[in-house]
């Protein structure tokens, strides 16, 4: 079964404080890694696509790398628009397209 | 709005009643999923679905749950006898799902079901 498991659960920043958020995966040929985010009271908002180990890819101030085994997203010098939780999940090898996701990083970021 | 859109935004039901929820894809979007978050949970998959075919529906309860998207209007989620486990929020997400590619699945604001 695929397992996603996100650290730290709920992480509190000054503003301007760099940091990083980490996602393990455990899965069976990873087709892609997802990184969202997501608003209290709203839907998930897609922020990356990972594919393999490596690869890296940014927007504003975070950026998101990939390894065999786990996930980063880097938030850098973070303002208070960039609170939300952030959801990591992982899709499978095979026909099935449905995702796994870890149960968050709650990310609050204080002026 | 192009985005995926889901009705109603919140919906109050009674232990015993049925509830429907329903989920309008992205325009050109042919695949359309479901999760579930209950509180304190992450997303769980539901189930799976393309016109007129459910795809994979291993994350669907066995009993009282359905879904279906008809050739023509919106996917439905239909719980039926609502019990107050059924209380969470219900997203409904869908993709283009092109063949040999893994596409990315843009979710909708969400269902929140409450069942007194």
């Known amino acids: 079964e695929d397992q996603v498991t996100q650290s730290p659960e709920a992480l509190r920043l000054q503003e301007g404080e760099s940091s990083s958020l980490n996602c393990s995966y455990t899965?069976?040929?990873?087709?892609?890694l997802f990184w969202y985010r997501q608003d209290p009271g709203k839907g998930p908002e897609f922020l990356f696509t990972?594919?393999?180990a490596g690869e890296e890819k940014e927007k504003e101030r975070l950026k998101a790398t990939l390894t065999k085994k786990e996930s980063f997203l880097h938030i850098t010098a973070p303002k208070p628009e960039d609170s939300a939780t952030y959801l990591c999940?992982?899709?499978?090898?095979?026909?099935?397209?449905?995702?796994?996701f870890g149960k968050g990083n709650q990310v609050v970021v204080i002026p | 709005n192009a985005g995926v859109m889901q009705n109603p935004r919140h919906l109050v039901r009674r232990r015993g009643q049925e509830a429907r929820l329903r989920c309008s894809p992205m325009?050109?979007?042919?695949?359309v999923y479901w999760y579930r978050q209950l509180p304190e949970e992450g997303l769980k998959f539901m189930v799976y679905?393309?016109?007129?075919?459910?795809?994979?529906e291993s994350g669907m309860p066995k009993e009282r749950f359905s879904a279906e998207f008809p050739k023509e209007g919106p996917s439905i989620l239909r719980i039926q006898q609502v019990v107050r486990g059924d209380s969470a929020a219900y997203f409904c997400?869908?993709?283009?799902?092109?063949?040999?590619?893994?596409?990315?699945?843009?979710f909708g604001p969400g269902t929140r079901l409450t069942v007194l």
């Open positions: 990972l594919y393999s």
């Open positions: 999940a992982v899709q499978a090898g095979g026909g099935n397209n449905r995702l796994a």
């Open positions: 325009k050109g979007h042919s695949h």
């Open positions: 997400a869908s993709s283009l799902a092109q063949p040999g590619r893994t596409d990315t699945q843009y």
């Open positions: 679905l393309q016109k007129e075919n459910i795809i994979d």
């Open positions: 899965v069976s040929g990873l087709r892609g």
